[in-house]
Structures are given as structure tokens and as C-alpha cells.
């Protein structure tokens, strides 16, 4: 139970047109993220891949806070400032006067990280000053990869994954009744159609972690590649429908030479074998 201080950005967007703004571009209807309840959310390319995922925190005066991987925080500022056009909304890096915290210790009251309401991620929260006392962000990462959730900054390139593929589904980062927002097309389409099969899907193994991007094979079948691992557990980007076949005709699985096997947490949206 510690606190974390990871590498984060916080981008204010601001005024009367804000909400309306950034609900047209992005995943999730941020317009309803309130000081105890923040809202996941992405930014997609036309195609429907992830540039940056985030989360939107309410702030003083109705501003939204987004809270992104700082390597990725240049580019969505940017991005939001191309997009803005002349719209009177304020738009700015404010990660001088905020920082992202991230608390494990219990303390109540706070806002739980909106991908696991349930806190098994710890709350999310953005303080004015920098914790002095930050436990080490691999303990934290230990902790996310054990609840099965993966990191885009870790563990994926920017626009590499569809949202579907990254989970948005599960973690409350999609909303399917909004209306439009950019890429919306194709996440649509695959959720109509049930056609997402590749995934990040938690997989557990004995002894060495896989080193990041081994090969996960089932026999000759290359099913994808390990992404961040520790303690025993992994997050790893794989045809989800293939290593299920592997599993019921009992073909293990392996990351270079080390053997795995799917460890999904009960929350993972499943696809349906026979699938064309």
C-alpha cells in the first residue's frame, strides 16, 4: 500500500464549449467526469487506433484535467490545438502546477482509477505538490499487471492497437451512445460484429518473466508478443481466439522458450470460438 508518482502530464481544456469539444473528438462522454468520478477516454486515428489514452478529471471552474503519459502529452496538446480551431476554449500544459498521484494506501474518499472502479489500481488523483515519499513505479507495475491491466505508454505504440483491442470496452472508455467522435466507425463495427479477437490478455508463467516482445507461439502458430512482465505474470498482445483453440486441444503455449499460459481476469470480454 504505497503512493506513486508516474510520468504524467496534465492538460487543462477549458471554457464554455469544453466538454461539447472534447466529447466530439474522443471515446467517452468526459463531459461527465466530476471531481469523485474521473472518465477514461482515448483519442483515436480515423482508422480507429489509439495516439493517446487518458484520463479526464473534473477541476476548479468546470475545466477538464487530462491526465496522459508525459511522452505522449506533446502530441495530444498539439492535436487538441489543431482540432480546436477558433472555439473559444483555453487549451494548455499545466503539468508545472499539477501532478498525477496514484494512491494504494486506503485512504478514503478518493477517486477510484475509472478503468477498475473496484481500486484494485489504487485511486487517481491531482495534487498541487509532488509526493516527497513516492514508492518505486515498478511496484506499481507489478500491481497493474496483476489486475490484468495494461499500460498503452508500456505496452503499445502509439496508434499500433484498435481501442477494442486496448480494452477500452472493459475499462469504461468507450461510450456507444454518444454520437460521433473520431474513429468511431470502426469501433462501432466491431463491436456490432464481435470481431475483435486480438487483445491484451493477462498470461501467467513460472520462474524467468519472458523478456518484452518474445514471441508467443503454440507449436508452428505465432499468437502474438509478451509486453510488460513481473512476478510471474504478464501483459501480453495476442490472438485471444487462436490460443483458446491452442487450450482445448491442450497445445501449450510458449514465449521463446519459456512455457505460458492465459491467466484472463474475470472482467475480459471473451471471443466465441468457431468466429470467422
Known amino acids: 500500500m504505497a503512493v506513486y508518482a508516474p510520468a504524467r502530464s496534465v492538460l487543462r481544456v477549458a471554457g464554455e464549449e469544453a466538454g461539447p ?46 491526465d496522459v503519459d508525459a511522452g505522449r502529452g506533446e502530441d495530444l496538446l498539439r492535436r487538441l490545438i489543431l482540432y480546436r ?16 498521484v496514484i494512491r494504494t ?19 487517481r488523483v491531482l495534487e498541487a505538490v509532488a509526493p516527497t515519499h513516492a514508492a518505486p513505479l515498478v511496484d506499481y507495475a507489478a500491481l497493474r499487471v496483476a489486475a490484468g491491466v495494461p499500460d498503452l505508454s508500456v505496452d503499445a505504440a502509439p496508434e499500433e492497437v ?22 468511431q466507425e470502426n469501433v462501432s ?14 498470461i ?23 509486453r510488460s512482465g513481473i512476478d510471474g505474470r504478464a501483459i ?17 503455449l510458449t514465449a521463446g522458450d519459456i512455457p505460458v499460459r492465459l491467466d484472463p481476469p474475470d472482467w475480459l470480454i471473451m471471443p466465441e470460438l468457431g468466429d470467422d
Open 21 to 66: 469539444f472534447l466529447d466530439a473528438l474522443v471515446t467517452n462522454d468526459v463531459s461527465r467526469a466530476t471531481p469523485e468520478a474521473p472518465v477514461y477516454a482515448g483519442l483515436l486515428s480515423p482508422q480507429g487506433k489509439v495516439i493517446a489514452d487518458f484520463i479526464a478529471h473534473r477541476g476548479d471552474g468546470g475545466a477538464l484535467l487530462l
Open 85 to 100: 480551431l477558433r472555439r473559444k476554449i483555453e487549451i494548455a500544459d499545466v503539468s508545472d502546477r499539477l501532478h498525477v
Open 105 to 123: 494506501d486506503g485512504q478514503s474518499g478518493l477517486p477510484a482509477d475509472p478503468r477498475r472502479p473496484d481500486g484494485s489500481i489504487g485511486a
Open 162 to 183: 484498435f481501442a477494442l483491442e486496448a480494452l477500452f470496452e472493459e475499462f469504461n472508455g468507450v461510450d456507444f451512445q454518444k454520437g460521433c467522435f473520431i474513429g
Open 189 to 202: 463495427r466491431m463491436k456490432r460484429r464481435a470481431t475483435t479477437r486480438r487483445k491484451f490478455c493477462r
Open 204 to 226: 501467467a508463467f513460472e520462474g524467468s518473466t519472458p523478456p518484452y516482445g518474445a514471441e508467443i507461439t503454440a507449436g508452428p502458430a505465432q499468437l502474438g508478443t509478451v
Open 236 to 252: 501480453a498482445l495476442l490472438r485471444l481466439d487462436r490460443a483458446l483453440e491452442a487450450a482445448e486441444k491442450s497445445v501449450a
